[in-house]
């Protein structure tokens, strides 16, 4: 492992290397930092939207599910209520007791 280490050692100058190799604000041209701006907004929305907004949505959408069907099968259907996914009447109802 030393012998292939050192061929690329060798073949690397370090006084060519640069210390920093990076863009700062002020040797970009007026396109790139414009771009930039672009791509820092659109990685804002991702990001806060993917990995913040989206799991609260979901687990807000999952409880809200079950009572909005509860809602409408009471409100529209005349009193009837919700069990086991389906609305029946409990007057009617014949399965096991409220």
Known sequence: ???CCSKIKRGIKESNRPDYVGMSANKRSCCNSF?????KFLRFL????WFYYLPVIVMAFGYLWPLWNNWLCKHELSGKRLISGQCI???TYSGSPL
Request: proline fraction near 7%; hydrophobic fraction near 60%.
């Open 1 to 3: 492992m030393k012998i």
């Open 35 to 39: 771009l930039f701006f672009i791509y």
């Open 46 to 49: 991702y990001v806060s939207i």
């Open 89 to 91: 009447d409990p007057l």
